[in-house]
């Protein structure tokens, strides 16, 4: 049976769209927002469609066949996964998912064949915000000793909300930093063009975040959003890293003046990356979001 499915490549204007379905959903990974879609829609082929009255997400990378992000939303999930599945067959591509949580993988496996596995590489790491904040005990003797260094440096630091009076400011000084960089990755690259679209749109995105000055001069910037009623994302963090400490205050700075009100920071995966695993591993996650992999085989009779 031939199943057509028609996928618009998401934009700006697609927004509202993407808000009306999560806002049907309770979620806790960092990949389905759309403010982190729309950093990365350069980098890959970010389309969606909707089917089932749910919101499919459909990514593709250049020569690999496309995957997808369990259906959001409260429509027929089921008859999406299964209008995907003869899609899928009718293309002759497996249907393969991405980042699912471990209760859409347990959906899955109660209807379907799967082959499946835990992408550790992409689990995000959830902290405690009034535990970063604060950074009080033992665990965070480290990391405080950095921030009081910082402060006991640089006393009369300001910090003050990124807005579209200073976005190009700080786009200005963000690709000061990308052009000293020796030889960056095709990563790096992609990321420096997602920050350079969300500063040069600040005003029509949702993305709250922060900026460090020294002496009037920039030297780190975060932003991040709000994804459900107790869970903030951290997107991008970046700093002077000649500046010690300047990644603490930062860190620290942006949850305060921005997020203390909720509970949890999103501040996503490691990709496998052996320094970044180290790092995030150091400010004592409260708890890892799991996130999975499946390849769609059959459906169960």
């Not at 990356?273 to 996650?285: D, H, Q, T, V, W």
């Not at 999975?292 to 009779?301: D, F």
């Given at each position: 049976?031939?199943?057509?499915?028609?996928?618009?490549?998401?934009?700006?204007?697609?927004?509202?769209?993407?808000?009306?379905?999560?806002?049907?959903?309770?979620?806790?990974?960092?990949?389905?927002?759309?403010?982190?879609?729309?950093?990365?829609?350069?980098?890959?082929?970010?389309?969606?469609?909707?089917?089932?009255?749910?919101?499919?997400?459909?990514?593709?990378?250049?020569?690999?066949?496309?995957?997808?992000?369990?259906?959001?939303?409260?429509?027929?999930?089921?008859?999406?996964?299964?209008?995907?599945?003869?899609?899928?067959?009718?293309?002759?591509?497996?249907?393969?998912?991405?980042?699912?949580?471990?209760?859409?993988?347990?959906?899955?496996?109660?209807?379907?064949?799967?082959?499946?596995?835990?992408?550790?590489?992409?689990?995000?790491?959830?902290?405690?915000?009034?535990?970063?904040?604060?950074?009080?005990?033992?665990?965070?003797?480290?990391?405080?000793?950095?921030?009081?260094?910082f402060l006991q440096t640089y006393p009369h630091?300001?910090?003050?909300?990124?807005?579209?009076?200073?976005?190009?400011?700080?786009?200005?000084t963000y690709q000061q930093w990308f052009e000293?960089?020796?030889?960056?990755?095709?990563?790096?690259?992609?990321?420096?063009?997602?920050?350079?679209?969300?500063?040069?749109?600040?005003?029509?995105?949702?993305?709250?975040?922060?900026?460090?000055?020294?002496?009037?001069?920039?030297i780190a910037f975060s932003f991040g959003e709000?994804?459900?009623?107790?869970?903030?994302?951290?997107?991008?963090?970046?700093?002077?890293?000649?500046?010690?400490?300047?990644?603490?205050?930062?860190?620290?700075?942006?949850?305060?003046?921005?997020?203390?009100?909720?509970?949890?920071?999103?501040?996503?995966?490691?990709?496998?990356?052996?320094?970044?695993?180290?790092?995030?591993?150091?400010?004592?996650?409260?708890?890892?979001?799991?996130?999975?992999?499946?390849?769609?085989?059959?459906?169960?009779?």
């Amino acid at each position: 049976m031939e199943c057509k499915i028609t996928f618009k490549d998401i934009t700006l204007k697609d927004k509202q769209i993407f808000e009306t379905y999560l806002s049907q959903d309770q979620y806790q990974i960092s990949d389905i927002n759309f403010g982190n879609l729309y950093l990365w829609h350069k980098a890959r082929k970010i389309s969606y469609a909707i089917l089932s009255d749910c919101l499919i997400i459909q990514t593709t990378y250049e020569n690999k066949n496309p995957f997808y992000f369990f259906p959001i939303g409260k429509g027929d999930k089921l008859g999406a996964i299964k209008s995907l599945f003869t899609y899928a067959q009718t293309r002759g591509e497996v249907l393969e998912f991405h980042s699912l949580e471990l209760e859409n993988l347990d959906f899955l496996k109660a209807h379907f064949q799967l082959e499946s596995f835990l992408n550790r590489d992409r689990s995000d790491y959830v902290y405690n915000i009034s535990e970063l904040i604060n950074l009080s005990g033992r665990k965070y003797h480290k990391k405080k000793n950095h921030l009081n260094k910082f402060l006991q440096t640089y006393p009369h630091f300001s910090y003050e909300e990124i807005t579209a009076q200073n976005a190009n400011e700080l786009n200005q000084t963000y690709q000061q930093w990308f052009e000293a960089t020796p030889d960056p990755s095709d990563g790096l690259k992609n990321e420096f063009i997602g920050i350079q679209n969300a500063l040069n749109h600040w005003n029509e995105l949702d993305f709250i975040g922060g900026i460090v000055r020294i002496d009037g001069k920039i030297i780190a910037f975060s932003f991040g959003e709000v994804i459900n009623e107790k869970m903030v994302v951290i997107h991008i963090e970046k700093a002077d890293s000649s500046i010690h400490g300047a990644y603490q205050i930062i860190n620290q700075q942006l949850l305060k003046n921005s997020f203390s009100k909720y509970e949890y920071a999103n501040r996503e995966e490691d990709l496998g990356i052996e320094g970044l695993r180290k790092a995030k591993m150091s400010y004592n996650p409260a708890f890892l979001v799991d996130k999975y992999e499946a390849k769609v085989l059959s459906i169960n009779s």
